[in-house]
């Protein structure tokens, strides 16, 4: 499905990732795909990653992606992030992005943190500054389609979201 103005959404976690490509304008975004992928769980990591590279480079090449962008894991305040963290986040977050750069297109990448998931950086002036607002936003604009419609998956969807014109 090529769309010259789709853009990839990513949300990674320790055991799956969600995805989604969206279409359309800022105010008037259309949701093209979406899924919930599973993470093997007994991989070295070397080959984990080569796993991610090639399941990122799937999604490219069938999607088509004009730009894309991701949810960047940030510690809490005076905390760490762990080694699971790292392997299983922020490291396929920078395989995402090489495999984006290295794309016949040169895909243009922004990682999007959890607090910049606002209504306000959608456009809307709702008071409600949490994601439980984006997240009630989401459910009126995209309804329920499918299985897997939680926060993950909207994370994918309104990291996309911002990337629309």
Known sequence: MATSAAILGLSMYSDHFYWAVLGGTLQSP?????????????????????????????????????????RLLLPSSGRSCTRDQMVRSLYPNAIFMLVCERSHDRILVEARTAQS??????????????????????DQVFGHPGPYWDKGQKEAIVVAWLGLA
């Open 30 to 70: 259309s949701l093209l795909a979406k899924h919930r992928e599973p993470t093997p769980t007994n991989m070295d990591d070397g080959v984990l990653m080569d796993w991610f590279a090639t399941k990122f480079g799937n999604l490219i090449a069938e999607h088509q992606p004009s730009s894309a962008a991701f």
């Open 117 to 138: 998931l606002t209504l306000h950086a959608l456009g809307l002036s709702d008071g409600r500054r949490d994601f439980d607002a984006v997240s009630d936003y989401c």
